[in-house]
């Protein structure tokens, strides 16, 4: 009989050290994998809410037979915020755009303030700039309001002609949401 209350209790015992031990290892691993999820799920969420689609571009050869810099590529792409978050021009100006030649594109340089002529004769680097080209009557100023319009205009230099070459465009906001297309210069 009182072995097996000696028994009884010393399985107890490992009972009770097992659950701990499993505990102790087991509980800080579901939750990290619950800090993953929702770190993971939130980002999802960020990237869905903060949604734009390219709805048309186009491109033209300018300055035929005039010197680096203002031969080249101009530019124009416009983008529609199909997500449901607003888009500050704070993370426009943060964006990386892409422009040029498909087979020779980089990374632009913002020309601030925006204005609505690219100076092609100042820089042989490639430039952009932005404007918002409706407004929804909702929300605030310096937003991308969510059905509004993004106009991005691109210059790319360039010595011969770049008519009917294929160009491409991407931008990319610092949320890591990116659009790009391809299209052919005239």
Same mark, same amino acid.
């Given at each position: 009989?009182?072995?097996?209350?000696?028994?009884?209790?010393?399985?107890?015992?490992?009972?009770?050290?097992?659950?701990?031990?499993?505990?102790?290892?087991?509980?800080?691993?579901?939750?990290?994998?619950?800090?993953?999820?929702?770190?993971? =799920?939130?980002?999802?969420?960020?990237?869905?809410?903060?949604?734009?689609?390219?709805?048309?571009?186009?491109?033209?050869?300018?300055?035929?037979?005039?010197?680096?810099?203002?031969?080249?590529?101009?530019?124009?792409?416009?983008?529609?915020?199909?997500?449901?978050?607003?888009?500050?021009?704070?993370?426009?100006?943060?964006?990386?755009?892409?422009?040029?030649?498909?087979?020779?594109?980089?990374?632009?340089?913002?020309?601030?303030?925006?204005? !609505?002529?690219?100076?092609?004769?100042?820089?042989?680097?490639?430039?952009?700039?932005?404007?918002?080209?409706?407004?929804?009557?909702?929300?605030?100023?310096?937003?991308?309001?969510?059905?509004?319009?993004?106009?991005?205009?691109?210059?790319?230099?360039? !010595?011969?002609?770049?008519?009917?070459?294929?160009?491409?465009?991407?931008?990319?906001?610092?949320?890591?949401? =990116?659009?790009?297309?391809?299209?052919?210069? =005239?």
């Amino acid at each position: 009989m009182a072995s097996e209350t000696f028994v009884s209790a010393m399985m107890l015992i490992t009972g009770v050290v097992a659950a701990s031990i499993l505990i102790v290892a087991v509980l800080p691993m579901i939750w990290g994998m619950v800090g993953t999820f929702s770190s993971a =799920s939130a980002a999802t969420d960020r990237s869905m809410r903060t949604d734009f689609k390219i709805v048309t571009t186009y491109a033209k050869y300018t300055a035929v037979g005039l010197p680096p810099p203002q031969s080249g590529a101009a530019a124009t792409v416009w983008m529609k915020n199909v997500g449901t978050s607003r888009i500050g021009y704070k993370e426009i100006d943060a964006a990386d755009v892409y422009f040029g030649r498909s087979d020779n594109f980089g990374r632009g340089t913002l020309m601030s303030p925006n204005y !609505s002529a690219l100076d092609k004769s100042s820089t042989t680097a490639i430039r952009w700039n932005f404007f918002i080209r409706e407004t929804t009557g909702v929300g605030t100023a310096g937003t991308w309001e969510p059905g509004e319009t993004l106009e991005v205009n691109a210059f790319f230099p360039y !010595s011969s002609s770049l008519i009917g070459q294929p160009m491409y465009f991407q931008l990319t906001l610092p949320s890591g949401v =990116s659009r790009s297309s391809e299209f052919t210069s =005239s």
